[in-house]
């Protein structure tokens, strides 16, 4: 695979690219909507909630993690994870900025 020459591109686009990304797998779907739902902390249930391998849950937790979209607090040998309300709320206003831009409908296509 070629070399991605992020360094050409705003930080605001290669932020905006990250989060694309890591929210680009229904795993990471799945887990964010089954903490969501659970409106609540949410501690090893979701190997038998998402039928996946603990480290491919893991794997996803991770990718959630590293973008601060949801936190984790360790409580005797378990992991609780539950939604970054903050970034949640940055993330949703770059996605609203994004979506939301005017363009005008070219009938060339």
Known sequence: MGITKTEIFSAHENNLATIFKVLGHPARIAILQHILNQKA????????ELGLAQATI????????????IKGSIEGKSVCYC???????????????????????????
Do not use: A, P, R, T
């Not at 893991?58 to 979209?69: F, P, V």
């Open 41 to 48: 902390c949410i501690c090893n249930d979701l190997v038998e």
């Open 83 to 109: 939604i970054n309300s903050s970034v949640w709320s940055e993330i949703q206003l770059k996605m609203n900025q994004f979506f939301s831009q005017e363009f005008s409908l070219n009938e060339c296509c």
């Open 58 to 69: 893991s794997q996803h937790l991770k990718e959630l993690k590293n973008i601060g979209l």
